[in-house]
Nanobody
Framework: QVQLVESGGGLVQPGGSLRLSCVAS????????MGWYRQAPAKERELVAR???????AYADSAKGRFTISRDNAKNTVYLQMNSLKPDDTAVYYC???????????????WGKGTLVTVSS
């Protein structure tokens, strides 16, 4: 099996920055798309940013121009650099990865447990 572990969340003032990381570990596997989602209190989980194995990226409108997603395929790690943070960015941020286990042909969706980002003065 594969585990995704996020880190980098915390409390930051409006206008500040945070960098989230997510590492995939476990059995032999290959990773296709990786992404970050978030869920604010009383709201549904929403896509923040996504990156394919070749580096193509996509962002939610709320993240464009402020957030940057990147990945290090050698380290099975995806990052989310968040700048100019706003109180509306407060949420639990979840890492997501589309993974194919070695010897298998089925792509499975994996989730981390989330890391809390709080933007407040």
């Amino acid at each position: 099996q594969v585990q995704l572990v996020e880190s980098g969340g915390g409390l930051v003032q409006p206008g500040g920055s945070l960098r989230l990381s997510c590492v995939a570990s476990g059995s032999a596997f290959s990773i296709n798309a990786m992404g970050w989602y978030r869920q604010a209190p009383a709201k549904e989980r929403e896509l923040v940013a996504r990156i394919l194995s070749g580096g193509t990226t996509a962002y939610a409108d709320s993240a464009k121009g402020r957030f940057t997603i990147s990945r290090d395929n050698a380290k099975n790690t995806v990052y989310l650099q968040m700048n100019s943070l706003k109180p509306d960015d407060t949420a639990v941020y979840y890492c997501n990865a589309a993974i194919v286990l070695a010897g298998d042909y089925v792509e499975m969706n994996y989730w981390g447990k989330g890391t809390l980002v709080t933007v407040s003065s």
